[in-house]
């Protein structure tokens, strides 16, 4: 799948290891990289008329990128990531697994990979996921529940459900004629109430910079978890199940993208239940002139369809980014308002300014 990148970046292309590593060793058979980025960022938010500022780390990472050839076309990849936790002020654990994962690549045949990894569902439903500092909150990719806690609250997350980055998967991926491929199965995870899950996802690139795809997720629940992640709507849950298209253009200057899901169990607007149906949209527009000035604007929305529900979230974006020699420099505003289940609104806006150092 051709997904360049204009300066706003995919995620999906820095779990692959393409993107900022630095060749350490390479003797013709074997290679290593590493590649990564220190991100840092100064937030202020207001939230319900409240508003303070402080520093934040925005997703700094590691990354160390193995390869080998092999015979008969045939390479072997392994990649490990690791993101930094707190890395402008203290922390007893200063590391923390992001991705994880070997593969099997042919130029022909595609890849095979086993690992943490992104996943197929967000080969597709992932394209808008691209802003500086916020985004990604109505496609369902980081959600996720198989249990809840002692409090009341939801746990589970996005690696156990599979459909961010998604732990113990099998996944192929393939391009043929401008047909991208792409098949997952999760194994079971009963400890944190995963059966197994699988995804597919096909998309198409036309020679004028158009890519439309389509995908479907489904996360099979143990009979404990069922029982334990309750509806808002009332009862137990049932299989998470997700469904997502997506249009995305990557033409010259120009990227954007809009991409559309369908939700069973799987998302919540409480923190405390899941919903049995929801919708999500988002969109993003991004110009970046040939200075190294990116600017860009979006929108996530998600709205619960469940019964007797008032659930929605609804936020937009605004923001720029300057490109100094692969030192960014970014600012990005978001207005945010939502509702739970019963109706009860949140307004919080915020407003970043931040430095990416990747290397």
């Known amino acids: ?84 936790d707190n890395p402008n002020g203290d922390s007893s654990n200063p590391f923390f697994n992001r991705l994880g994962f070997l593969a099997l690549d042919h130029d022909d045949y595609g890849s095979l990979s086993f690992g943490k990894q992104w996943s197929t569902y967000y080969s597709v439903a992932g394209n808008t996921d691209v802003f500086w ?97 309750k509806r808002s709507s009332g009862g137990n849950s049932g299989d998470a199940k997700l ?22 169990d799987h998302v919540s607007f409480d923190g405390e239940t899941v919903s049995e149906k929801a919708i999500g949209h988002e969109g993003v527009v991004a110009y970046t002139l040939d200075m190294g000035l990116q600017l860009y604007t979006g929108w996530n929305v998600q709205d619960d369809k469940a019964a007797n529900s008032l659930g929605e979230l609804k936020e937009g974006y605004v923001g720029a980014m300057y490109d100094w020699n692969n030192i960014l420099l970014y600012t990005e505003y978001r207005n945010s308002k939502e509702k739970d289940v019963v109706g009860v609104k949140t307004d919080d806006n915020r407003l970043a300014a931040g430095v990416r150092y990747n290397f």
């Open 1 to 84: 799948m051709n997904k360049t990148i204009l300066a706003i970046a995919i995620p999906a292309l820095f779990a692959a290891g393409a993107t900022n590593a630095q060749e350490i060793y390479n003797d013709g058979e074997n290679a290593f990289s590493i590649g990564g980025r220190l991100n840092l960022m100064v937030e202020s938010a207001n939230e319900d008329g409240e508003r303070d500022a402080r520093a934040e780390d925005n997703s700094s990472r590691i990354n160390l990128n193995f390869s080998r050839e092999l015979t008969n076309g045939f390479a072997a990849r392994a990649t490990m990531e690791y993101g930094l």
């Open 243 to 264: 469904a997502a298209l997506a249009a995305t253009y990557n033409q010259g200057p120009i990227y954007a993208a809009v991409t559309y899901g369908e939700f069973k």
């Open 133 to 229: 500092v916020y985004g990604g909150t109505s496609m369902g990719i980081y959600d996720g529940a198989t249990g809840i806690n002692s409090d009341g609250e939801l746990t589970g997350g996005h690696g156990v459900a599979g459909t961010g980055r998604a732990n113990d998967a099998l996944q192929y991926n393939g391009s043929f004629g401008g047909v991208n491929l792409s098949g997952q199965y999760q194994f079971a995870d009963q400890s944190n109430g995963r059966k197994d899950s699988y995804s597919g996802a096909i998309s198409y690139d036309f020679d004028f910079g158009l890519n439309v795809g389509t995908t479907y997720h489904q996360m099979n629940r143990t009979a404990d978890a069922m029982s334990d992640v």
